[in-house]
């Protein structure tokens, strides 16, 4: 279509048939008895079009199974209603963010800002920012980019990686990679930054996640299976899995971080088990799964991930899981209980629970908060790990439903303005002090402190057509539509509704321009969402009791 930035592509090519829950054929251990379960790919039209039909006007066959996922022109020519202009203003400008290696793209860099004063690292290609610039471009029919980037940040991980005296896991991911031309010698070098340079000087952890969700996302979309297969593949995988799965003196499933590991890399009070590294972690184990060879090394990983994946599940759900029968059960909690029958397992103090809490949990509703571990609950609302949650299946089908409901009840505070807040509240006065140490940048409703992040949308997209809610999708690219383009595209907002641009707020961040192309690309098409969402396997079901959010 021209004027779009689309190219037209045919639908020819099938997504790959591998399927992410055939466990049977991956295990390939006769004591191990595994039910295979659909893949996204082999759902029927009645069961993913569920509640869609009344969100989107001008829907049809809203899956269908032998559907390549690369037919997004055809797809915007099918519906009755033109492009809006805002996708070619985002096409152009995610074009220009493009980064290329000896004449080859290899991602696209964080911000194209030429108002800011100090260009920072927002001139390099992060792994985690690169994640909707390679699904626009995947939902477009142009793989190479995605690629060669997949490709690139593997022979990254593989150099030695040192901070100060100390040397990093040999699997760690690079947090993101600047390309430097030499005009004068016509040649391109690369320089990678695996933590020693960001601040506080922490390593990311959602960076080696990001890369397997990706591949997978390669695989499914492209239908080529032979990059994933390389040996190269294999072994950045089990790199990666082998810092996350090796034995410790955890007493939980969950993974233990630092504070700044992720999306969120300034000090906002995560270390411990945040949500956010928790769900990408099932999403990636879940991912790697579909994709180890069942050689004597792959296969040793892909029986570890099957125990974790149990294990992280029953976890989650159970200790995480927040809605209104919980709160209750929490706030008559009693404590010091010195036993295996214990109910109040992490010895959680009734009276830390904050105020706020109670108001902002529906009767109808809940959501995964933000961190458990021994006497402390972080009852904090993260966006993109309730997001994950829902697409890697880590939250039950009525788990994801409560955490839309509970969007939808609390839309005034999570959407308001500008989709969507990073998390909520904001930390303020002695708790902001405390908890960021006075930063700055993190102020009350600002930055990863309550802001909106444009980003967020595409994954609110995806988990509304998840659960069949496309209509809030639509009310939230609507919001964006109304203010993105106009405010050239900032990074995030700020503000307790998010109708100020953010006071150091990036211009024409790439991952902002991506986001809204993906969410846009997703409820245009939503078979694109074979990609990215895992379905649920109800092997890894544990019997929960149900809560009143489940049942009203």
Same mark, same amino acid.
């Given at each position: 279509?021209?004027?779009?930035?689309?190219?037209?592509?045919?639908?020819?090519?099938?997504?790959?048939?591998?399927?992410?829950?055939?466990?049977?054929?991956?295990?390939?251990?006769?004591?191990?008895?595994?039910?295979?379960?659909?893949?996204?790919?082999?759902?029927?039209?009645?069961?993913?079009?569920?509640?869609?039909?009344?969100?989107?006007?001008?829907?049809?066959?809203?899956?269908?199974?032998?559907?390549?996922?690369?037919?997004?022109?055809?797809?915007?020519?099918?519906?009755?209603?033109?492009?809006?202009?805002?996708?070619?203003?985002?096409?152009?400008?995610?074009?220009?963010?493009?980064?290329?290696?000896?004449g080859q793209p290899v991602g696209t860099i964080a911000a194209v800002d030429h108002a800011?004063?100090?260009?920072?690292?927002?001139?390099?290609?992060?792994?985690?920012?690169?994640v909707p610039s390679a699904l626009a471009f995947l939902m477009n029919g142009e793989p190479?980019?995605?690629?060669?980037?997949?490709?690139?940040?593997?022979?990254?991980?593989?150099?030695?990686?040192?901070?100060?005296?100390?040397?990093?896991?040999?699997?760690?991911?690079?947090?993101?990679?600047?390309?430097?031309?030499?005009?004068?010698?016509?040649?391109?070098?690369?320089?990678?930054?695996?933590?020693?340079?960001?601040?506080?000087?922490?390593?990311?952890?959602?960076?080696?996640?990001?890369?397997?969700?990706?591949?997978?996302?390669?695989?499914?979309?492209?239908?080529?299976v032979s990059l994933a297969e390389t040996p190269e593949c294999q072994r950045g995988m089990?790199?990666?899995?082998?810092?996350?799965?090796?034995?410790?003196?955890?007493?939980?499933?969950?993974?233990?971080?630092?504070?700044?590991?992720?999306?969120?890399?300034?000090?906002?009070?995560?270390?411990?088990?945040?949500?956010?590294?928790?769900?990408?972690?099932?999403?990636?184990?879940?991912?790697?799964?579909?994709?180890?060879?069942?050689?004597?090394?792959?296969?040793?990983?892909?029986?570890?991930?099957?125990?974790?994946?149990?294990?992280?599940?029953?976890?989650?759900?159970?200790?995480?899981?927040?809605?209104?029968?919980?709160?209750?059960?929490?706030?008559?909690?009693?404590?010091?209980?010195?036993?295996?029958?214990?109910?109040?397992?992490?010895?959680?103090?009734?009276?830390?629970?904050?105020?706020?809490?109670?108001?902002?949990?529906?009767?109808?509703?809940?959501?995964?908060?933000?961190?458990?571990?021994?006497?402390?609950?972080?009852?904090?609302?993260?966006?993109?790990?309730?997001?994950?949650?829902?697409?890697?299946?880590?939250?039950?089908?009525?788990?994801?439903? *409560?955490? %839309?409901? &509970?969007?939808?009840?609390?839309?005034?505070?999570?959407? #308001?303005?500008?989709?969507? @807040?990073?998390?909520? $509240?904001?930390?303020?006065?002695?708790?902001?002090?405390?908890?960021?140490?006075?930063?700055?940048?993190?102020?009350?409703?600002?930055?990863?402190?309550?802001?909106?992040?444009?980003?967020?949308?595409?994954?609110?997209?995806?988990?509304?057509?998840?659960?069949?809610?496309?209509?809030?999708?639509?009310?939230?690219?609507?919001?964006?539509?109304?203010?993105?383009?106009?405010?050239?595209?900032?990074?995030?907002?700020?503000?307790?509704?998010?109708?100020?641009?953010?006071?150091?707020?990036?211009?024409?961040?790439?991952?902002?321009?991506?986001?809204?192309?993906? *969410?846009? %690309?997703? &409820?245009?098409?939503?078979?694109?969402?074979?990609?990215? #969402?895992?379905?649920?396997? @109800?092997?890894?079901? $544990?019997?929960?009791?149900?809560?009143?959010?489940?049942?009203?």
């Amino acid at each position: 279509m021209e004027g779009t930035g689309l190219r037209n592509v045919s639908s020819h090519c099938s997504i790959s048939e591998m399927d992410d829950f055939d466990l049977s054929k991956l295990l390939d251990k006769p004591r191990i008895n595994i039910e295979r379960q659909r893949s996204f790919d082999e759902r029927s039209l009645s069961e993913l079009s569920i509640g869609l039909s009344r969100g989107l006007d001008n829907y049809e066959n809203a899956y269908s199974p032998g559907r390549s996922g690369l037919d997004t022109p055809a797809s915007s020519a099918r519906n009755s209603f033109e492009p809006h202009p805002m996708v070619a203003e985002a096409w152009d400008a995610l074009r220009r963010s493009m980064v290329h290696f000896r004449g080859q793209p290899v991602g696209t860099i964080a911000a194209v800002d030429h108002a800011a004063e100090e260009v920072l690292n927002y001139d390099q290609v992060f792994v985690r920012d690169f994640v909707p610039s390679a699904l626009a471009f995947l939902m477009n029919g142009e793989p190479d980019i995605v690629k060669n980037f997949l490709l690139k940040t593997l022979q990254l991980q593989g150099w030695e990686k040192r901070v100060d005296r100390f040397k990093l896991g040999e699997g760690v991911m690079p947090a993101s990679f600047k390309v430097l031309h030499d005009p004068v010698r016509k040649t391109d070098t690369i320089m990678a930054d695996f933590g020693e340079s960001a601040i506080g000087r922490v390593a990311p952890v959602d960076s080696g996640f990001w890369w397997i969700i990706l591949l997978r996302a390669y695989t499914k979309s492209t239908g080529d299976v032979s990059l994933a297969e390389t040996p190269e593949c294999q072994r950045g995988m089990r790199l990666i899995l082998s810092l996350c799965l090796s034995e410790g003196f955890d007493t939980f499933p969950t993974l233990l971080c630092a504070d700044g590991c992720s999306m969120i890399d300034r000090r906002m009070g995560i270390y411990g088990y945040p949500i956010e590294i928790q769900a990408l972690f099932f999403m990636a184990l879940r991912s790697a799964l579909a994709m180890l060879k069942h050689d004597t090394e792959g296969g040793e990983f892909v029986e570890r991930i099957v125990k974790r994946l149990h294990a992280l599940s029953y976890h989650m759900r159970s200790y995480f899981w927040l809605d209104f029968q919980q709160l209750n059960d929490i706030y008559r909690y009693k404590t010091e209980e010195y036993s295996h029958t214990a109910v109040n397992k992490f010895n959680v103090i009734p009276d830390s629970i904050p105020d706020w809490v109670f108001e902002f949990v529906p009767k109808r509703g809940g959501y995964f908060i933000g961190n458990v571990s021994p006497a402390r609950m972080d009852f904090r609302w993260f966006a993109l790990g309730n997001c994950i949650a829902i697409l890697s299946s880590l939250a039950t089908p009525e788990q994801a439903s *409560a955490i %839309m409901d &509970l969007i939808e009840a609390r839309w005034d505070e999570l959407v #308001a303005e500008m989709p969507l @807040k990073i998390s909520y $509240p904001a930390l303020e006065n002695h708790d902001w002090r405390l908890i960021t140490g006075c930063d700055p940048k993190n102020t009350r409703w600002s930055y990863h402190n309550g802001g909106s992040w444009p980003v967020l949308l595409w994954l609110l997209t995806a988990a509304c057509i998840k659960t069949g809610r496309p209509q809030i999708a639509r009310r939230a690219i609507d919001l964006a539509e109304s203010r993105l383009s106009k405010d050239s595209w900032p990074e995030y907002y700020d503000g307790t509704v998010g109708r100020y641009i953010g006071k150091q707020a990036r211009k024409y961040q790439t991952w902002s321009i991506a986001g809204y192309l993906v *969410a846009k %690309m997703l &409820l245009e098409d939503p078979s694109h969402l074979g990609m990215i #969402a895992l379905e649920e396997d @109800k092997q890894m079901k $544990p019997v929960i009791k149900r809560s009143a959010s489940w049942t009203c």
